[in-house]
């Protein structure tokens, strides 16, 4: 009697997730993303993300999820977590979001209460159990790491960083030399941690904070120049202050009044729709004479299947 042939056992629809977990060989100093399926290059995979923010790991799926899809993910990681840190408790956050809300969970463990981490020599204050942003892009990871070479060449450099957020580009630029640091964003506890940040490395002087409204502060903005560096990292939609095919354009015309001669512009976008053929096209109608440089690559863990999707950091110069 022949034998029945046994049939293969369906894919597990995220074993890339699970199999990056296991390749993980050492504990991370570093606050950095360990998989990235939003990039699109591990087909069913897209909804799920892991990154490490010492000591604790968040999973992120941006589709809805039952706890047996999460269990296999958590016992992976269980697993590898014992063999490379032996005696270490797992700390799992787990956050399900979307466009407009994020709802967090802790799995195992705890996270600190007076969380900071590290990248690069620098130190950051984040928080993974509330909110949908966590106090550090890691994804930015290769543009602070710009930031901190070209103000470590130009040493006693003024810095514009508008949009600043917590102020991580303030804290690269202010490390390596930079003599002032202007940082603009609305958003005040925004601003607040950022100031935390500088105190967090040691910086207590040379940095400002401005919490307006960057389109009705020109003007203060302006006098403070003009700058060797301007930053430009805005959202790519927030209802009510900012959409990037409308008004990124603004920020733009205002280069060549904020830029010394020679100084540079590095110009973010995070938005899958729009491609660096934007601001570059932006930058050649809105601010004449401003040239294009080069695009930065992401961090190698950031791959995308469609560069033009993945986040955009490009550097602009302007004449002598």
Not at 48 to 76: C, G, K, M, N, R
Not at 172 to 201: E, F, T
Not at 220 to 234: A, F, Q, W
Request: proline residues 8%.
């Amino acid at each position: 009697m022949q034998a029945r042939a046994t049939q293969p056992l369906p894919p597990v629809p995220y074993q890339a997730l699970l199999d990056a977990i296991h390749r993980i060989d050492h504990v991370p100093t570093d606050a950095q993303r360990l998989f990235h399926g939003r990039g699109g290059a591990f087909p069913g995979c897209e909804q799920w993300t892991l990154d490490f923010y010492a000591p604790v790991w968040l999973l992120t799926s941006f589709q809805p999820v039952t706890d047996d899809e999460l269990a296999p993910i958590q016992a992976a990681l269980q697993a590898r977590w014992a063999e490379i840190a032996p005696g270490q408790p797992l700390n799992l956050v787990f956050q399900h979001r979307d466009e407009v809300r994020a709802e967090t969970r802790l799995l195992a463990g705890q996270v600190p209460d007076a969380h900071d981490v590290s990248e690069q020599g620098a130190r950051y204050k984040v928080h993974l159990l509330r909110g949908m942003n966590h106090g550090l892009f890691l994804d930015m990871a290769e543009g602070r790491r710009w930031v901190r070479a070209h103000v470590a060449a130009r040493p006693g450099a003024k810095v514009l960083n508008l949009f600043a957020y917590t102020c991580a580009f303030s804290v690269v630029a202010m490390q390596a030399g930079a003599r002032q640091v202007v940082n603009v964003d609305m958003a005040g506890g925004a601003l607040s941690i950022g100031k935390q940040n500088h105190h967090l490395n040691g910086i207590t002087q040379g940095a400002s904070f401005l919490p307006h409204d960057i389109f009705s502060s020109w003007g203060k903005i302006t006098r403070s120049g003009p700058y060797e560096l301007v930053i430009m990292d805005p959202p790519t939609y927030q209802k009510g202050s900012f959409v990037a095919e409308k008004d990124y354009a603004r920020l733009v015309r205002r280069l060549p009044d904020l830029l010394a001669p020679g100084g540079h512009a590095l110009l973010c976008l995070n938005s899958p729709k729009l491609g660096p053929a934007f601001l570059q096209d932006l930058v050649a109608a809105e601010a004449s004479g401003i040239s294009f440089v080069e695009r930065l690559a992401n961090p190698a863990a950031f791959t995308d299947a469609s560069p033009d999707r993945a986040l955009k950091v490009l550097v602009f110069k302007a004449p002598d």
